[in-house]
């Protein structure tokens, strides 16, 4: 398989914005994932790799505690942000998801207007002290998410209105409007015709100049466009992580090696 990298600004020597240290996770009696320890820069795209069922996701929803969501779910080892422990007692886990955006695999707008859609999590923390600092946000998140242009005169339609890659967006408007310092994406293009992943792509390399993102991709081609750092899982390792180029052109791991020429899948 011939992946094209685009090693342009690639740095390895960012100071880190997540630190994993001893993840396990089990749901059940079934482990997921086995002593994962990772760094994760800041202000980088950083590509989760790997065959389906791998725990590329299950590390994701670490970062942000939506694992405490699932029954029987149980998540032990140390996640930091920022030197903080994530599993503190003192750590308010909805604080955390304001400060940590997701954005999923298949576009999930709520039933709502498009200004509402992008309302609702500034609303909830109480960001805005009234209706024109609430629309200052809203604006400005749109504008972030390379969105504005197209709704700006059609706020009050519903969000679920809008085509399949506007949706998208428009969950990327709604991750950002918290002003999160990291955002996580799960598969977001999967659900997407190629147009709009190429809309979303430039648009997170537009991010990551202002937020940590940390993405699971299926797409080897998309992660060697798109990530500065790439990671690569299998059967709930952490196999090898480093900068996308070398993952891709010169891997230390030979189970790398075979994932990315294709032998193993």
Known sequence: MDVQVNDASIQTDTQ????????????????ALFDISIDIPDRTVTSLIGPSGCGKSTFLRCINRMND??????????????????????????HLRARVGMVFQKPNPFPKSIFDNVAYGPKIHGMAQNKAELAEIVESSLTRAALWDEVKDRLDEPGT???????????????????????????????????????IEDLIDQLRTKYTVVIVTHSMSQAARISQITAFFHLGYLIEQGATNKIFTNPNHERTESYITGRIG
Not at 16 to 31: H, I, R, T
Not at 70 to 87: A, F, L
Not at 164 to 172: A, D, E, K, S, W
């Open 69 to 94: 969501t699932i029954p029987n779910c149980s998540v032990s080892g140390q996640i930091e942000i920022d030197g903080m422990d994530i599993h503190h007692k003192s750590v308010d886990p909805v």
């Open 16 to 31: 880190s914005k997540v630190q994993a240290e001893g993840v396990c996770v089990s749901y059940g009696g079934k482990q």
């Open 161 to 199: 209105g809008l085509s399949g890659g506007q949706q998208q967006r428009l969950c990327i408007a709604r991750a950002v409007a918290t002003q999160p310092e990291i955002l996580l994406m799960d598969e977001p293009c999967s659900a997407l015709d190629p147009i709009a992943t190429s809309q």
